[in-house]
Nanobody, 127 residues
């Protein structure tokens, strides 16, 4: 059974930093897409960033709202994903989810295409 577990959320003041982590267990494939999504109250879930693990190699992609502030990366172990968030703003406040798409051999923006999800970790940024 594939399982994704996030950690690293919390409360910070505007301008601060947080690092989210996601660990995938139970998946034996070597190439799949992993992404970070977020959902604020009353809003739709939106892509924050994604990266394709394995071959072929694709550059990570980011939502315009986080470009230059967030960095998505993989750990040394293929089943670990990070999201370094710097210069946080109050509008970054949301539940953040790690997701994996093990079906398609590319990354996509739509949350509906990701077949595995973590339980979410809350990020709150105060002004």
């Amino acid at each position: 059974q594939v399982r994704l577990v996030e950690s690293g959320g919390g409360s910070v003041q505007a301008g601060g930093s947080l690092r989210l982590s996601c660990t995938v267990s139970g998946y034996t494939g070597s190439s799949f897409c992993m992404g970070w999504f977020r959902q604020a109250p009353g809003k739709e879930r939106e892509l924050v960033a994604y990266v394709y693990t394995g071959a072929p190699t694709y550059n990570p992609a980011y939502a315009d709202s986080v470009k230059g502030r967030f960095i998505i990366s993989r750990g040394d172990a293929a089943n670990t994903l990070y999201l370094q968030m710097d210069s946080l703003k109050p509008e970054d406040t949301a539940m953040y989810y790690c997701a994996a798409d093990t079906v398609r051999h590319a990354c996509y923006i739509s949350a509906s295409l990701y077949n595995y999800w973590g339980q979410g970790t809350q990020v709150t940024v105060s002004s």
